[in-house]
């Protein structure tokens, strides 16, 4: 079991207050996932669910039992974070051992738990080399391996992927997410990128200056957002945010639309403007068109290729249906 709820918890430095008063509920076999601008206090939360900071008020509950104090070594959690930290001097085997060697565990069942967390993280063939002779996401699999092994009540991830290039990244995302759906074991993910919260999360956790912001699906958050700050943090490319007389019209402050909601046109539409870059990405094409009477360029998402040149003279116009509307204090109009 891996249920984890934070009640009223907060986290002081001195006079700082980083966290301000805090409730959350992770409930057991969830893959939840912390996301928000550096700064935020995403890894500050995740280090109080770990104990490797001590919580200023408030309690967290791991299966009910009150872990406020309780030592990280015995909250049953296993973390993993960007650096693999790994003993350059072991074999993959003896790193993936380590925290059962220093726990007194038999031999036979240290063997029995490293093989079958090899099987599953594809490492059988490599247990007996070093970390030196290993890809950057093959030793991010031994960390992943060193954790496992703990058969803990939950994985605390702190921005695993970070130090990898784009391609490993997207592989070991996979790989994770499979992972969680092999063992049905809780997971937190912590990342500042919120193309890895949208795409492994059973639920988001958006955060800003110690604050949550919204709790959610994936789609929840992306098309429902809360406040301007989540419609413009969540998506890639962003929401379109448009305060001034269209969203007076709208009667809103702001209005914000996504760049699939939009269409293009060399004929008529709502808001005349000139393209300007266009990124052509085989399936989509992102355009920035140039609207005067906006202000803002808009991000427009046209399907496939678009024969349209950088000064072209073109016309955009809003599906009204997803049209996101928010008031004078940035919160969401229903």
């Given at each position: 079991?891996g249920r984890i709820?934070?009640?009223?918890v907060?986290?002081?430095?001195?006079?700082?207050?980083v966290?301000?008063?805090?409730?959350?509920t992770i409930e057991d076999?969830?893959f939840?996932?912390f996301?928000?601008?550096s700064?935020?206090?995403?890894?500050?939360?995740l280090?109080?669910i770990?104990?490797?900071?001590d919580v200023t008020?408030?309690?967290?509950?791991i299966d009910?039992?009150?872990?406020?104090?309780?030592?990280p070594?015995?909250?049953?959690?296993?973390m993993v974070?960007?650096?693999?930290?790994l003993y350059?001097?072991?074999?993959?085997?003896k790193?993936?051992?380590?925290?059962?060697?220093m726990a007194?565990?038999?031999k036979a069942?240290?063997?029995?738990r490293i093989?079958d967390a090899?099987?599953?993280?594809?490492?059988t063939?490599?247990l007996?080399?070093?970390p030196?002779q290993?890809?950057?996401?093959q030793r991010?699999?031994?960390?992943i391996g060193?954790a496992?092994?703990?058969?803990?009540a939950a994985f605390?991830f702190?921005e695993?992927?970070?130090?990898?290039?784009?391609?490993?990244?997207?592989g070991?995302?996979?790989?994770?997410s499979?992972?969680h759906?092999?063992?049905k074991?809780?997971m937190?993910?912590?990342?500042h990128?919120?193309?890895?919260?949208?795409t492994?999360?059973?639920?988001i956790v958006?955060?800003?200056?110690?604050n949550?912001?919204?709790?959610?699906?994936?789609l929840?958050l992306?098309?429902?957002p809360?406040?301007l700050?989540v419609a413009g943090?969540i998506?890639?490319?962003?929401?379109?945010?448009?305060?001034?007389?269209p969203a007076?019209?709208?009667?809103?402050?702001?209005i914000?639309i996504?760049p699939e909601?939009?269409?293009?046109?060399t004929?008529?539409g709502t808001?005349e403007g000139t393209?300007g870059?266009?990124?052509?990405?085989?399936?989509?094409?992102?355009?920035?068109?140039?609207v005067?009477?906006?202000?803002?360029?808009?991000?427009?998402?046209?399907s496939?290729?678009?024969?349209?040149?950088?000064g072209s003279r073109v016309?955009?116009t809003?599906d009204?249906?997803?049209?996101?509307?928010?008031?004078?204090?940035?919160l969401r109009?229903?």
């Amino acid at each position: 079991m891996g249920r984890i709820t934070l009640d009223k918890v907060t986290k002081s430095f001195g006079d700082l207050q980083v966290i301000p008063p805090l409730d959350l509920t992770i409930e057991d076999g969830e893959f939840v996932v912390f996301v928000g601008p550096s700064g935020c206090g995403k890894s500050t939360l995740l280090r109080l669910i770990a104990g490797l900071e001590d919580v200023t008020t408030g309690q967290i509950r791991i299966d009910k039992v009150d872990a406020t104090r309780v030592p990280p070594a015995k909250r049953r959690l296993a973390m993993v974070f960007q650096s693999y930290a790994l003993y350059p001097h072991m074999s993959v085997r003896k790193n993936i051992a380590f925290p059962l060697r220093m726990a007194g565990m038999d031999k036979a069942e240290q063997d029995r738990r490293i093989e079958d967390a090899a099987r599953v993280l594809n490492l059988t063939d490599y247990l007996d080399r070093r970390p030196g002779q290993l890809s950057g996401g093959q030793r991010q699999r031994v960390a992943i391996g060193r954790a496992i092994v703990r058969e803990p009540a939950a994985f605390l991830f702190d921005e695993p992927l970070s130090n990898l290039d784009a391609a490993l990244r997207v592989g070991m995302r996979l790989e994770i997410s499979e992972l969680h759906e092999r063992l049905k074991t809780t997971m937190i993910y912590v990342t500042h990128d919120q193309v890895e919260a949208m795409t492994m999360a059973d639920k988001i956790v958006v955060l800003r200056a110690g604050n949550i912001e919204q709790v959610g699906s994936p789609l929840e958050l992306y098309r429902a957002p809360r406040n301007l700050f989540v419609a413009g943090f969540i998506g890639s490319p962003k929401m379109n945010l448009i305060p001034g007389a269209p969203a007076e019209a709208e009667g809103a402050k702001t209005i914000g639309i996504r760049p699939e909601h939009l269409t293009v046109s060399t004929d008529s539409g709502t808001w005349e403007g000139t393209v300007g870059v266009s990124e052509h990405l085989g399936s989509d094409t992102f355009l920035q068109v140039n609207v005067p009477d906006l202000g803002e360029p808009l991000t427009v998402r046209v399907s496939g290729e678009i024969d349209l040149r950088y000064g072209s003279r073109v016309f955009v116009t809003p599906d009204r249906a997803n049209l996101h509307r928010f008031d004078a204090a940035g919160l969401r109009i229903a």
